[in-house]
């Protein structure tokens, strides 16, 4: 709850929130409730992304497990003035290495909108490759996965 503010600020530009759900204060302080529970629940949730120099937030990213689908995701989602500095790729990365190394799971997903070309290129850069059209709270996206096989026999990325 002590990134409430930014989180609120980061859920209402209208750039950043073109492929993601706008989200008023009461929304956002639920959402940050979930993903406390999700933390107590699964031992694993989002993270605040912040500079590591200034300490500013910079965003979220993390893994969300999806009932639905049966199948935790890696999220990303940045400030608009941090886009095009690789904060996402590095968060990402870091998110999928964590996660094939503390979860049991035969591969992670990311679930991007269509149109969204930078997320697309971030999910590239991961190696993440699309395995299927579905529907996410409403909206169309690509799912794309990265194996367990494919990334376990990799050094990790730094």
């Known amino acids: ?6 989180f609120v600020e980061l859920h209402d530009d ?11 204060r009461p929304e956002a302080e639920e959402r940050l409730r979930d993903v406390d529970r999700e933390w107590a629940e699964r031992g694993h949730g989002m993270f605040a992304v912040l500079d590591q120099i200034s300490g500013r937030f910079l965003g979220r990213a993390g893994l969300k497990y999806w009932r639905q689908f049966d199948e935790t995701e890696i999220g990303w989602v940045l400030r ?3 886009w095009g500095r690789g904060y996402a790729t590095e968060a990402a990365r870091a998110c999928l290495d964590w996660g094939f190394s503390t979860l ?4 992670l997903t990311a679930m991007i909108a269509p149109n969204n070309s930078a997320s697309i290129r971030v999910a590239g850069r991961l190696n993440l490759v699309p395995l299927r059209n579905d529907v996410l709270l409403d909206s169309e996206v690509v799912v794309y996965a990265r194996d367990r096989e494919d990334w376990s026999g990799r ?3 730094r």
């Open 104 to 107: 049991t799971v035969p591969y």
């Open 14 to 24: 209208p750039e950043v929130v073109r492929f993601i759900r706008r989200l008023e």
């Open 80 to 82: 608009r003035d941090a």
């Open 1 to 6: 709850m002590a990134d409430l503010d930014d």
């Open 155 to 157: 050094q990790p990325t």
